[in-house]
């Protein structure tokens, strides 16, 4: 069979029909990448939800684990996200109309900025908690993580509306 043939809504092959919709193949060297993905997504998925799962058992949480939080629920969205989104047949791409695409894609540098930052702050959290050991637990309270938290994420949106075609057009 050819990589392209035409064939009725039957599956027999044959001249061109009325209906009828061209079928690709794919190749071992097109599905190890596809499973893969699966498989990378699934597994971010069920991690970072066993660490939702662990982290809301706790009745108070700390600014560090307010941070990790946080991080393990970009991820968790951003794997799923991924896997509705990207993981779809080439086939089905090509019908994404211009909206869902920018959605998909600002939704993409939302969420991949938004963690880049989070890991920065956890890091930056990490060292003030081992050079300034007495200082550390009366700066870093909840309240300023979250508000850390909200000004990056204002910031992301900040940066990306450009992508996202909210930018301002000067007349």
């Known amino acids: 069979m050819s990589e392209m043939e035409v064939v009725d809504m039957n599956g027999s092959n044959g001249s061109v029909l009325e209906g009828a919709r061209p079928r690709m193949d794919r190749s071992t060297t097109e599905m190890v990448p596809l499973y893969l993905m699966w498989l990378t997504n699934i597994t971010a998925f069920i991690g970072n939800s066993l660490l ?7 009745k108070k949480l700390k600014a560090h684990d307010m941070l990790i939080t946080t991080l393990a629920c970009l991820d968790l969205i951003h794997s799923i996200v991924n896997m509705v989104l990207n993981v779809l047949p080439r086939e089905y791409q090509s019908m994404y109309p211009k909206v869902a695409c920018y959605i998909s894609h600002s939704l993409f540098h939302f969420i991949t900025l938004s963690s880049c930052f989070t890991v920065i702050e956890i890091t930056i959290d990490r060292l003030l908690a081992v050079c300034s050991v007495l200082f550390h637990r009366v700066h870093a309270t909840n ?3 979250l508000l850390l938290i909200a000004c990056t994420q204002v910031f992301v949106v900040l940066v990306i509306s450009p992508s996202a ?4 057009k000067r007349e």
Do not use: H, P, Y
Not at 52 to 58: D, R, S, Y
Not at 165 to 168: F, L, N, P
């Open 52 to 58: 939702l799962v662990v982290f809301t058992q706790k």
């Open 143 to 145: 309240k300023r993580c």
């Open 165 to 168: 075609g909210i930018c301002i």
